[in-house]
């Protein structure tokens, strides 16, 4: 069984940073690839941004695109997101997933963690 906690979170400024971190346990990272997806308040959980089991490849949401990174330590087991020039609208709670390949698909994903709330303010 694989376990994943999700970290980092919290309030920031609009134009500010986070990096939020995913530790695995259970079983190695190297497995897996792992994906980030959020949920804000009223809204799907939508897609943020994917990484390969080796680390890779990446694929990233439109949405976020050239301000937000995903990377990958298989030595210590654990994923970031490193999140920059943070929005409101970037406000969610953000979860990592654990899967076979990297996708930008929910339902690929057989592991999830209990998220981490992100609140940008103006």
């Known amino acids: 069984q694989v376990q994943l906690v999700e970290s980092g979170g919290g309030l920031v400024q609009a134009g500010g940073s986070l990096r939020l971190s995913c530790a695995v346990s259970?079983?190695?990272?190297?497995?897996?690839?792992m994906g980030w997806f959020r949920q804000a308040p009223g809204k799907e959980r939508e897609f943020v941004a994917t990484?390969?089991?080796?680390?890779?490849?990446?694929y990233y949401a439109d949405s976020v695109r050239g301000r937000f990174t995903v990377s990958k330590d298989n030595a210590k087991n654990t994923v970031y997101l490193q999140m920059n020039r943070l929005k409101r609208e970037d406000t969610a709670v953000y979860f990592c997933?654990?899967?076979?390949?990297?996708?930008?698909?929910?339902?690929?994903?057989?592991?999830w963690g209990q998220g981490t709330q992100v609140t940008v303010s103006s």
């Open positions: 997933a654990a899967g076979a390949v990297h996708t930008t698909l929910r339902a690929r994903y057989d592991y």
């Open positions: 259970g079983r190695t990272s190297s497995r897996y690839a």
């Open positions: 990484i390969s089991r080796s680390g890779d490849d990446t």
